[in-house]
């Protein structure tokens, strides 16, 4: 074996395990939606900054705020995999220990199609970890690209 090879096959070892900067801040929101799907409320509490903001723009373009605690309560009573949230990242900007996240989703209850939209993320690092401090979404049933 020859030092390139060697020196490729330990950078790739260490690069591999490794989480990059984006996986970091995306990691309480992918444990946001394995926490719906697991119907796991302790998961679900480990993703929030203690004063979390979530809210969702209705149809007519109000702003409607709900409690984190009440969605938290909601997913202890909901069966695994009764909540499927599929989002794609989009969009991850940093800076400092402020990041912005953009995911569009399609959500899923009991397997039937039932809506989709887009999340906006504003996260914050606390104590090296990055939390969920504000969460607004849209809402709609049309041009979801999904077959209903």
Known sequence: ???????????????????????????????????????????????????????????????????V????????KVSKNDLDERITIEAVHTDGNLASVFTPYQFYYKGKFLHCGANSFQLVKQNNEWKIQYLIDTRRKDNCGETK
């Open 1 to 67: 074996m020859n030092k390139v090879t060697l020196l490729l096959l330990l950078c790739s070892a260490f690069c591999f395990g490794q989480q990059t900067p984006n996986q970091e801040v995306e990691k309480p929101i992918r444990n946001l939606f394995l926490a719906m799907k697991n119907a796991d409320p302790e998961l679900l509490k480990t993703v929030f900054a203690e004063n979390a903001i979530f809210q969702t723009i209705t149809k007519e373009g109000a702003v409607k705020t709900d409690n």
């Open 69 to 76: 605690q009440d969605f938290i309560a909601t997913i202890s």
